[in-house]
T-cell receptor, first 112, second 113 residues
Framework: DVKVTQSSRYLVKRTGEKVFLECVQDMDHENMFWYRQDPGLGLRLIYF???????EKGDIPEGYSVSREKKERFSLILESASTNQTSMYLC???????????FGSGTRLTVV | GENVEQHPSTLSVQEGDSAVIKCTYSDSASNYFPWYKQELGKRPQLIIDIRSNVGEKKDQRIAVTLNKTAKHFSLHITETQPEDSAVYFCAASPNQAGTALIFGKGTTLSVSS
């Protein structure tokens, strides 16, 4: 079974803090993705990466950055957390052409 | 970029009835259309997918149909059971290197016994 592990299940941070969300997959997948999930808005793509050190912006990259120094690890960085970034963050991985994504369990981030 | 619309946002059915969820997409380059099921408090899981060279695919009680000309695809669940209650997401992608799935906003399906 492919495993996608997100380092924290719940996280509470203060406004203005720099926040790191970590994601690790163990099946040598080329692609990794970060989505945020909000009620009524579905899953919105923040950033993705198809290779080490490569990154592509998704639909809502503002306020976020990413890092992929190793194939198995993809980090999402909130440079200066704001309350509107309170959300569930889902990491996923896949082979270069799918067939489908494997999601992590998610990190519920609350910014106060 | 791709835009995926999903309807309805909520769907309530009686156990044993059928349920249909519909999605439309905008990018004619999209050729891969998966469906994910997310139970409360759990991660989304792939339940079925279809590629553009196929018009219909079936797996036991679930089926997906695709109309590339009209740019829409649908999920059909027959003989619904309470354990089918979940949020369902459709998605679309060109499925090429350097692309990502774009998801619909989800449909909350409630099956009452």
């Amino acid at each position: 079974d492919v495993k996608v592990t997100q380092s924290s299940r719940y996280l509470v941070k203060r406004t203005g803090e720099k926040v790191f969300l970590e994601c690790v997959q163990d099946m040598d997948h080329e692609n990794m993705f970060w989505y945020r999930q909000d009620p009524g808005l579905g899953l919105r793509l923040i950033y993705f990466s198809y290779d080490v050190k490569m990154k592509e912006k998704g639909d809502i990259p503002e306020g976020y950055s990413v890092s992929r120094e190793k194939k198995e690890r993809f980090s999402l960085i909130l440079e200066s957390a704001s309350t509107n970034q309170t959300s569930m963050y889902l990491c996923a991985s896949s082979l270069i052409l799918g067939p489908g994504y494997t999601f992590g369990s998610g990190t519920r981030l609350t910014v106060v | 970029g791709e835009n995926v619309e999903q309807h309805p946002s909520t769907l309530s059915v009686q156990e044993g009835d059928s349920a249909v969820i519909k999605c439309t997409y905008s990018d004619s380059a999209s050729n891969y259309f998966p469906w994910y099921k997310q139970e409360l408090g759990k991660r989304p899981q792939l339940i079925i997918d279809i590629r553009s060279n196929v018009g219909e695919k079936k797996d036991q009680r679930i089926a997906v149909t695709l109309n590339k000309t009209a740019k829409h695809f649908s999920l059909h669940i027959t003989e619904t059971q309470p354990e089918d209650s979940a949020v369902y997401f459709c998605a679309a992608s060109p499925n090429q290197a350097g692309t990502a799935l774009i998801f619909g906003k989800g449909t909350t399906l409630s099956v009452s016994s």
